[in-house]
């Protein structure tokens, strides 16, 4: 019987001990979700939209240690998408093995956590890219304030009552923006198209998730803060922590269906607006599935708000499941730090980059 246990990561001289609750995660009751192969289906269609031309316009800074390389492409007809790329400088080496990390909810492709894990990916040898989600960085006019303009964008969303021209700026729209994003990147001379990696932090860690749920050119995976299970947090009355990254869309939205304060049913309704399916097949859980037997780091806090053990343990157990059926399991890794909120801390970092290293230099 496969159990969470204390687990030793060490590299040379270096030890980290992970605390992981010695819970045995058959205990967790994993939802009867539809067949993988028929989810995947489903999210491809719930994201399709009409293929552009990414029309990439970048200018690169040149330094002593790396070329960055800042500029946009299109990933729809008029969404313009900002990209940093930071690119190794090596004697001979013309294809590099590329990782995409996604910052979260209020931050931006220049936020200091982001960049402390695009850096030693550079100096490791990997090319390292940075986006703007939707609603973030300068994908705002004149530059994101925050989370603001996300937020009003998932209200707004929710608002819209024309399925024509639905967005779905709450985790879809830029989960399908890191598609077109593989996509571009696989064009490009200097990438390996067959060693592309990527991992997110807390909202970049749920579309790190979702993409490589349908996007198998995603050969290796680091989920950041955001395992969990939006059924579960409902089920349980613990969606608090959840609904506080667009708090102010919840609150309109409450308003709007009649009711004085957030609750578990304006929640739900909200929910099933804006990310519908999310409480059932797109739920966390099941989309883990997707990605075995490809390597998957899970990096979780065992007092996380936003996503409470209980629901983190749901998707930890359909993750187990994917991969020993797969005969896969050395390819899965679950680490959870103890007596910790929802915070990415240094040694997330460390971690990260190391579990990149471990598979995309094989």
């Known amino acids: 019987m496969h159990k969470i246990l204390l687990i030793l990561v060490q590299t040379m001289s270096r030890l980290i001990f992970l605390f992981l609750l010695q819970t045995t995660l058959s205990f967790a009751q994993i939802p009867p979700y539809p067949p993988a192969d028929q989810v995947a289906r489903d999210f491809k269609a719930l994201l399709q939209r009409p ?72 100096k490791a040898g990997f090319m ?10 300068e994908r705002v006019p004149g530059g994101a304030l925050g989370s603001k303009e996300y937020v009003e964008a998932a209200y707004q969303a929710f608002k819209n009552n024309n399925a024509q021209q639905h967005q779905y700026p709450f985790l879809y729209d830029t989960a399908y923006d890191l598609t077109r994003l593989v996509d571009y990147l696989a064009t490009r001379a ?5 060693r592309i990696g990527m991992g997110g932090i807390s909202m970049g860690g749920i579309e790190t998730y ?27 009355n613990q969606w608090q922590g959840r609904t506080g990254t667009i708090a102010d869309a919840h609150k309109k939205a409450s308003v709007d269906i009649g009711d004085k304060d957030i609750n578990t049913k304006n929640v739900k309704a909200v929910w099933e607006k804006i990310i519908p399916g999310v409480t059932d097949e797109f739920d966390c859980p099941s989309l883990l599935r ?18 409470p053990y209980g629901g ?45 290293r471990r598979w995309l230099f094989k």
């Open 210 to 236: 979702m993409a490589a749920a349908i996007e198998p050119r995603i050969k290796v995976v680091v989920v950041g803060i955001a395992a969990q299970s939006f059924k579960w947090i409902l089920d349980n």
């Open 128 to 137: 390292a890219v940075a986006i703007d989600a939707r609603y973030h960085g």
């Open 312 to 356: 983190a343990q749901i998707a930890f157990a359909s993750a187990t499941n994917a991969y020993k059926t797969q005969k896969a399991l050395n390819n899965l890794s679950i680490l959870v730090q103890p007596n910790l909120g929802h915070v990415f801390n240094a040694t997330d970092t460390w971690l990260s980059v190391e579990w990149f």
């Open 51 to 122: 293929v552009t031309n990414p029309r990439p316009s970048f200018t690169v800074t040149y330094t002593d240690s790396m070329n960055i390389e800042r500029g946009t492409i299109y990933t729809e007809a008029t969404e313009k998408m900002p990209v940093v790329i930071y690119k190794p400088i090596t004697k001979g080496q013309t294809r590099f093995p590329t990782v995409v990390f996604l910052h979260g909810t209020g931050g931006n492709k220049e936020i200091g956590e982001v960049r402390a894990v695009l850096l030693p990916l550079v």
């Open 190 to 194: 200097d990438v390996d198209s067959t």
């Open 290 to 307: 997707l990605i075995a037997p490809r390597p998957l780091l899970i990096l979780s806090k065992d007092k996380d708000p936003n996503n």
